[in-house]
């Protein structure tokens, strides 16, 4: 009986160690076929990891850019009211900052007196103007008729010249008296007098009408220097009005007030920095993404990018590549590289990438400029 159970147990510690060893085989079998079939998904999974990889560019760095416009006064002045609060969204020429007027409503008031003065001394230089003119009309009248007289004058003396040649003639026939013959010789003098005097009223008529074109010259050069004096004064009248105008300040776009710095009652400087505007439209902001230069080889304008920003980070972005910066950011820094002293060290280089927002991307204008962005380029 003994022998016949040792040899029942034998059978059945054999089918036992069969049945281990057949299941010891299937699992290896199970886990090869496991393991390669992880393998193989492992293998696909790195194959569309590295073509997304590829084709989907990523950076960290990079943030949000845009437009910011400094608000300061053309004009010095105090500040006689603020309009705008920290943070308060503005429309375009909406009155952010006032300035007292006071001084320079004066200034306009003066430059104004001062054009109305030079245009009443240009009206006196018109009018001398007209009135040497007249003169000098008058003048030429006398020089016309000091000429006729003199030319009478002189057709008077070659008679009386004829009448004396002819008298001494028949004085020494003894044909005519010695007192005729004294008289013709007296007209022929007097006659000779009347030319002389007539040739200085003609000389003295010309000096005349040369010294009244000299006046009637400086009235037109004393009209030209007046009108240029007030085309000054009137230059000085818009400049007067211009600074005028300065006092108040306006905004230059639509935007957010930020960096406020001025209240009411301050005394500010020309160019002096009040506040920033700060525009935050789509077409007003973009996205600077500081790339490496070797990802760079398939990036083009045109190509489409999303982005996500640490602010919202379930939320997707999307707007698409514009430009390239032509040169590297070390290169455009403060202080650049200067690889010719013989410490050269290579360092991969990062070359900004400029994107523009897609038009309906944010609608409710919650970007700020100088968030964190996380962008990726799909260039295939």
Same mark, same amino acid.
Request: cysteine-free; proline content about 3%; overall charge positive.
């Given at each position: 009986?003994?022998?016949?159970?040792?040899?029942?147990?034998?059978?059945?510690?054999?089918? @036992?160690? @069969?049945?281990?060893?057949?299941?010891?085989?299937?699992? %290896?079998?199970?886990?090869?076929?496991?393991?390669?079939?992880?393998?193989?998904?492992?293998?696909?999974?790195? !194959?569309?990891?590295?073509?997304? #990889?590829?084709?989907?560019?990523?950076?960290?760095?990079?943030?949000?850019?845009?437009?910011?416009?400094?608000?300061?006064?053309?004009?010095?002045?105090?500040?006689?009211?603020?309009?705008?609060?920290?943070?308060?969204?503005?429309?375009? &020429?909406?009155?952010?900052?006032?300035?007292?007027?006071?001084?320079?409503?004066?200034?306009?008031?003066?430059?104004?007196?001062?054009?109305?003065?030079?245009?009443? #001394?240009?009206?006196?230089?018109?009018?001398?103007?007209?009135?040497?003119?007249?003169?000098?009309?008058?003048?030429?009248? #006398?020089?016309?008729?000091?000429?006729?007289?003199?030319?009478?004058?002189?057709?008077?003396?070659?008679?009386?010249?004829?009448?004396?040649?002819?008298?001494?003639?028949?004085?020494?026939?003894?044909?005519?008296?010695?007192?005729?013959?004294?008289?013709?010789?007296?007209?022929?003098?007097?006659?000779?007098?009347?030319?002389?005097?007539?040739?200085? &009223?003609?000389?003295?008529?010309?000096?005349?009408? @040369?010294?009244?074109?000299?006046?009637?010259?400086?009235?037109?050069?004393?009209?030209?220097?007046?009108?240029?004096?007030?085309?000054?004064?009137?230059?000085?009248?818009?400049?007067?009005?211009? %600074?005028?105008?300065?006092?108040?300040?306006?905004?230059?776009?639509?935007?957010?007030?930020?960096?406020?710095?001025? @209240?009411? &009652?301050?005394?500010?400087?020309?160019?002096?920095?009040?506040?920033?505007?700060?525009?935050?439209?789509?077409?007003?902001?973009?996205?600077?993404?500081?790339?490496?230069?070797?990802?760079?080889?398939?990036?083009?304008?045109?190509?489409?990018?999303?982005?996500?920003?640490?602010?919202?980070?379930? #939320? %997707?972005?999307?707007?698409?590549?514009?430009?390239?910066?032509?040169?590297?950011?070390?290169? !455009?820094?403060?202080?650049?590289?200067?690889?010719?002293?013989?410490?050269?060290?290579?360092?991969?280089?990062?070359?900004?990438?400029?994107?523009?927002?897609?038009?309906?991307?944010? %609608?409710?204008?919650?970007?700020?400029?100088?968030?964190?962005?996380?962008?990726?380029?799909?260039?295939?």
């Amino acid at each position: 009986m003994k022998d016949s159970n040792s040899g029942e147990e034998e059978v059945e510690q054999t089918e @036992e160690k @069969e049945i281990k060893k057949n299941n010891n085989n299937h699992k %290896k079998r199970n886990g090869l076929v496991v393991l390669a079939v992880v393998l193989l998904i492992g293998a696909v999974a790195l !194959f569309f990891y590295l073509k997304y #990889k590829s084709a989907h560019i990523t950076t960290d760095d990079a943030f949000v850019d845009g437009n910011i416009h400094t608000i300061a006064s053309k004009v010095p002045g105090t500040v006689k009211q603020v309009y705008v609060k920290s943070n308060q969204f503005v429309k375009k &020429g909406e009155v952010l900052v006032e300035l007292d007027l006071a001084d320079y409503e004066v200034r306009v008031r003066e430059a104004s007196a001062a054009v109305n003065s030079e245009k009443g #001394k240009i009206g006196e230089i018109a009018a001398k103007s007209e009135s040497s003119k007249r003169q000098m009309a008058e003048l030429q009248a #006398k020089v016309d008729t000091m000429q006729a007289t003199l030319d009478l004058q002189k057709a008077n003396l070659e008679q009386a010249e004829a009448d004396v040649k002819r008298a001494e003639v028949l004085y020494k026939k003894e044909t005519i008296s010695k007192e005729r013959y004294e008289k013709t010789t007296t007209a022929y003098k007097i006659a000779l007098a009347q030319v002389r005097a007539a040739e200085e &009223g003609l000389k003295n008529a010309v000096l005349g009408v @040369e010294t009244q074109k000299a006046v009637i010259n400086q009235a037109d050069s004393a009209r030209v220097t007046q009108t240029s004096e007030i085309k000054r004064r009137a230059a000085q009248l818009s400049d007067a009005e211009l %600074k005028y105008g300065y006092t108040k300040i306006f905004a230059p776009v639509d935007g957010y007030i930020t960096k406020k710095s001025v @209240e009411v &009652g301050n005394q500010i400087q020309s160019g002096q920095p009040l506040m920033a505007v700060v525009p935050l439209d789509v077409g007003d902001i973009h996205i600077t993404a500081n790339y490496k230069e070797t990802q760079l080889e398939k990036v083009r304008p045109g190509q489409k990018v999303e982005f996500k920003v640490d602010t919202y980070p379930g #939320k %997707k972005f999307t707007g698409k590549v514009e430009s390239i910066m032509s040169g590297t950011g070390a290169m !455009f820094s403060l202080f650049p590289p200067e690889n010719a002293t013989g410490n050269y060290v290579k360092v991969v280089q990062r070359i900004p990438v400029k994107i523009l927002l897609d038009k309906d991307t944010d %609608k409710e204008h919650i970007l700020r400029i100088g968030m964190s962005v996380v962008p990726t380029i799909i260039v295939e």
